[in-house]
């Protein structure tokens, strides 16, 4: 299997510029003498390592295509195949342009204090990106129209070799930067001078998940979480709230779905049947499950519904043999008690013990006569003692001096 995390990294040699690094001074006020506020060294620069992750990009995308377009099982291309390569040149866009926006960003705060270099060698870095971004979104261009069916040799063939070209022109660029722009940026403005401008640029640009992920994913875990976060003061969360997950989509969505399969030929396992075979194999052990059950419920070793209901039968016949042998009242058992306070209660009701509905009805009439009387009486008095209310007139208990 082609590897896709390989990366080239520049020599030191490769990183030396002209000893006399006032002929790039832009303002008499800031000398090139910042380099040593830096604590780590000039090939950990996090501008670097961007341009490392690019790379990986130009190198893995190119033997992808290289391996498409010689693939000799079908002359037409595959529908898995066109769908690897859009993703894989979406992702690389969306990358590049957060790269390419970031310097952009930068490029004018850097002229205050540094002459950009204006010779064959290094040109001027905005106008570098116009061109590599038209050569790159005229390839783009191209892997979106491309559909299944496509004949393989004119389509994937000079698509090809047009990458080719860009990675060429990609690389130089890259080159040029890093034994120009990186170190002069480091001479003329310090660590935190640096960082301020970076951070500024970066929280202009929107990043995405990918890109973010073919960040990490290039530089590897044990350099980003060791190496890079520590020297560049990210804290150790970082990790596991952004990058480690951004990581993992990069691998899984680009590396393993797209570029490995794009280069060994193996047609990548679909998202949507990979789900389906997780469902019917979660269906199948749910049934295997239901089986088993029912074989130890047949067996006796789980008791089944009838084993189940065998007690709570046994229990009701029981307990309507102890109502039958009267260890425990039944319905009429219960009733017959209150039977029997009906009946004395009617008797007292009969022998006046208790009075009945007609002497209830006798008293009422007894007192609403009191009544009337009182209440004439309390028209006829008057005086200190007759203050005697409508209430008490209509035979309400009142207690008091006055209620006589």
């Known amino acids: ?105 930068m490029a004018p705060e850097l002229a205050k204090r ?12 905005v106008e570098d990106h116009v061109q590599l971004v038209e050569m790159l979104e005229n390839i783009e261009t191209k892997v979106k129209n491309l ?5 393989r040799a004119n389509t994937i063939g000079p698509l090809a070799d047009q990458w080719d070209e860009y990675v060429q022109e990609m690389t130089e660029h890259l080159r040029q930067e890093e034994i120009t722009m990186v170190p002069l940026t480091r001479a003329y403005f310090s660590y935190k001078e640096y960082n301020q401008i970076f951070h500024k640029a970066h929280r202009r640009v929107k990043q995405t998940k990918l890109a973010t992920g073919c960040f990490i994913y290039h ?7 060791h190496e890079f976060m520590k020297e560049q003061h990210i804290p150790f969360f970082i990790w596991h709230l952004v990058f480690a997950g951004a990581s993992k989509a990069y691998q899984t969505e680009i590396v393993e779905q797209s570029v490995v399969p794009l280069q060994t030929g193996e047609v990548p396992p679909h998202k949507r049947g ?10 199948q052990k749910g049934s295997n499950k239901q089986a088993e ?9 789980i008791p089944g519904l009838d084993a ?57 009439s007894s007192q609403q006569m009191r009544s009337n009387t009182s209440q004439g009486q309390g028209l006829r008095h008057s005086g200190k003692g007759s203050n005697t209310s409508q209430g008490q007139g209509l035979g309400l208990r009142h207690s008091g001096k006055g209620s006589n």
């Open 293 to 301: 059950l029912e074989s130890d419920i047949s067996g006796g070793q």
């Open 114 to 125: 540094i002459q950009l270099p204006q010779d064959d060698t290094a040109g001027d870095m």
């Open 274 to 283: 990979m789900l389906s075979h997780h469902r019917h194999h979660a269906k």
């Open 1 to 105: 299997m082609t590897t896709t995390t390989a990366t080239t990294r520049p020599s030191a040699s490769a990183l030396a510029l002209d000893a006399d690094l006032t002929k790039y001074q832009a303002d008499p006020s800031f000398l090139p003498d910042k380099e040593d506020t830096y604590h780590y060294e000039l090939s950990h620069d996090g501008w670097i390592k961007a341009h490392n992750a690019l790379r990986g990009e130009l190198t893995a995308t190119q033997t992808a295509l290289r391996a498409t377009a010689q693939r000799n099982t079908t002359t037409a291309i595959q529908d898995w195949e066109v769908a690897a390569l859009q993703r894989i040149l979406a992702v690389h866009v969306e990358f590049v342009h957060e790269h390419h926006q970031t310097e952009d960003f």
């Open 308 to 364: 189940k209901q065998e007690p709570l039968n046994n229990g009701r016949a029981k307990l309507q043999s102890q109502i039958s042998g009267g260890q425990i009242p039944g319905l009429d058992a219960k009733q017959e008690p209150s039977n029997n306070g009906r009946a004395k209660l009617q008797s007292q009701i009969s022998d006046g013990q208790i009075p009945g509905q007609e002497d209830v009805a006798a008293l009422e």
């Open 219 to 225: 530089m590897g875990q044990n350099v980003t979480r």
């Open 147 to 151: 559909k299944a069916g496509d004949d």
